[in-house]
């Protein structure tokens, strides 16, 4: 495993990361908290350190099995969650932004997570209304100063740029930007990247693998049907052009003998403002599979730390 500096955090977190939207059941499958063990302590056993979940991801769900999975190895992880959206239903959210939702929203998070802080603490992919609120980040803030929360970082949503929150992300004391970056989505190379590089922003990678159209596992004419799975929501003209675009890269960019997902993985990590990737997983196989791509990766990243 090899590892960097998240930004002006100082945090020292694996390339690879963890996550966890899936524990909450919507991607196909229901976890039970032994499979969720085991896939952490694999995850640990290969040297991931760094986990990303939600309370939206079920009702605290994917927090809770988080926290039973973690009971004694705290300090063997940094735990990043966010916050902003209610449960209600599969595929069905609520708003919650005022500063007194979002500290009760931390509260059950601390309780979920059975931890007394959290390290980083996200903005999940609100609108500028929702993130120009003065009194949510002095209440953050306050809670930083009062131990429950190491960092705050700005997830921010995959339907706009958002180069405005990026821009702002210093001025409200955010760390950390997480993004949708990944071969078949290439937006933030433009301006929100380099944003984030001139505020030494540490900056999260997530749905590396394009939802796993990127996985090396699907051909054009797939369809993704099932009800409980994310996908099935996806546009389906638009998700067969992406599988076109996913074969054409596989046959024109990606070395032989290397599976396509390690390739995916390593590529988002090249970029020299990317921190850390955080796939999701649903088997050791694919905990492993993800951990590999590490061994693609150069050492001489600006942000590389031993």
Known sequence: ??????????????????????FGGEWGKQFTQSEVDRLMGRAQEMGINFIDTAECYGDHLSEQMIGRAIR?????????????????RNFERVDRWSSDEVLAQLEDSLKALGTETIDLYQFHS????????DALWTMLDKQRQAGKIRFLGISISSKSENLYQVQQATRVGASVIQLVYNRLDRGPEQRVLPACQAQDLGVLARVPLASGLLSGKYRPGTEFTQTDDMRSLQDRAEVQRRLQLVQEIAQQEVPPGVPMAVWALA?????????????GCKTIEQVEMNASAAELVPPDHPQAVE
């Open 1 to 22: 495993m090899r590892y960097r500096r998240l930004g002006k955090t100082g945090l020292r977190v694996s390339v690879i990361g963890l996550g966890t939207w899936q």
């Open 72 to 88: 004694g190895q705290r300090d063997k992880w940094i735990i990043a969650t966010k916050f902003g959206h209610q449960f209600v």
């Open 126 to 133: 609100g609108n500028d209304q929702a993130f120009n609120q």
């Open 267 to 279: 590529w988002c990590l090249q970029h020299p403002a990317v921190t850390c990737v955080i796939p």
